[in-house]
T-cell receptor
């Protein structure tokens, strides 16, 4: 069972370039998330989705876009990369909270992005 | 909004017990999670509390007091592999049931 898979694991971008971080999950989870983690800090929510066709902004959405055309995939797009977007990006997925289900997040291995 | 506070760093000795505290302020509390994150890796789920009291899972226990906005993670019989960051996260039903993470506590276990 692959769980949550992110690509690429590492990328260096020049200021102004665009790129897409890919995320796919095979657990049939409704909810998917993108977080960023700056060195020595906690996770900040960028965008999330509660199902295919539905996306919402999190705490730090500026400079990013997402789409959710299928249950499995939740790509994150950076349109005009800036040095402030240098970070480690984590994709995660979960079931909604209900009954005995805690709604815990399952994380991908992370994508380390450097913008120079 | 939410405010989650936990110590930045802690040091403990192999074989000892360590308690990592987390305090939070939230308008619609709907659960608290603890995650472990080794350097360069993804966070992994450790524990979940939604009702007051202690949840025990092997060497790890987590406690919650909703009235005090307080939780702690207790690690017993520390091992070197427990050196990691421990992230406290709170779910808020007034924020779409999304998780907000604290800054994490970096635990160093020494021989």
């Amino acid at each position: 069972n692959a769980g949550v898979t992110q690509t690429p694991k590492f990328r260096i971008l020049k200021i102004g370039q665009s790129m897409t971080l890919q995320c796919t999950q095979d657990m049939n989870h409704n909810y998917m998330y993108w977080y960023r983690q700056d060195p020595g800090m906690g996770l900040k929510l960028i965008y999330y989705s509660v199902g295919a066709g539905i996306t919402d902004k999190g705490e730090v959405p500026n400079g990013y876009n997402v789409s959710r055309s299928t249950t499995e995939d939740f790509p994150l797009r950076l349109e005009l990369a800036a040095p402030s977007q240098t970070s480690v990006y984590f994709c995660a997925s979960s079931y909604p909270t209900s009954g005995a289900n805690t709604g815990e997040l399952f994380f991908g291995e992370g994508s380390r992005l450097t913008v120079l | 909004g939410q405010n989650i506070d936990q110590p930045t760093e802690m040091t403990a000795t192999e074989g000892a017990i360590v308690q990592i505290n987390c305090t939070y302020q939230t308008s619609g509390f709907n659960g608290l999670f603890w995650y472990q994150q080794h350097a360069g890796e993804a966070p992994t789920f450790l524990s979940y509390n939604v009702l007051d009291g202690l949840e025990e899972k092997g060497r790890f226990s987590s406690f919650l007091s909703r009235s005090k906005g307080y939780s702690y993670l207790l690690l017993k019989e520390l091992q070197m592999k427990d050196s990691a960051s421990y992230l406290c996260a709170v779910r808020d039903q007034n924020a779409g049931n999304m998780l907000t993470f604290g800054g994490g506590t970096r635990l160093m276990v020494k021989p």
